[in-house]
Nanobody, 126 residues
Framework: QVQLVESGGGLVQPGGSLRLSCAAP????????IGWFRQAPGKEREEVSC????????LYADSVKGRFTISRDNAKNTVFLQMNRLKPEETAVYYC???????????????????WGQGTQVTVSS
């Protein structure tokens, strides 16, 4: 199974931006969709965004549409999550994950990821 490694988290003020990265050293991500998830203290983990293997298809949670952008650079074997206009309630540990499928959905069905990174902390606070 792939080992996913997130980076780019940190402390940012409300309204600020961060770019998260998801890499897979020694493993080719080209064939797989990658999702970004987050989990705040005391809350369930939620999907934030997903990108297909080719990058042609992307999905976003309603709460982040227009502020977050997912992208991938298969040449660099990396998936990115650009997060703009961050809010304090978006403080959470952010994870990237894959279910080893090329698309984010099978029809309308979500297939849960089976490989996860260790997470990167994002704290939005003044």
């Amino acid at each position: 199974q792939v080992q996913l490694v997130e980076s780019g988290g940190g402390l940012v003020q409300p309204g600020g931006s961060l770019r998260l990265s998801c890499a897979a050293p020694g493993f080719t991500l080209d064939y797989y969709s990658i999702g970004w998830f987050r989990q705040a203290p005391g809350k369930e983990r939620e999907e934030v965004s997903c990108i297909s293997s080719t990058g042609d298809s992307t999905l976003y949670a309603d709460s982040v549409k227009g502020r977050f952008t997912i992208s991938r650079d298969n040449a660099k074997n990396t998936v990115f999550l650009q997060m703009n206009r961050l809010k304090p309630e978006e403080t959470a540990v952010y994870y990237c994950a894959t279910n080893y499928l090329s698309e984010c959905r099978v029809g309308t069905t979500t297939i849960p990821p089976t490989s996860w990174g260790q997470g990167t902390q994002v704290t939005v606070s003044s």
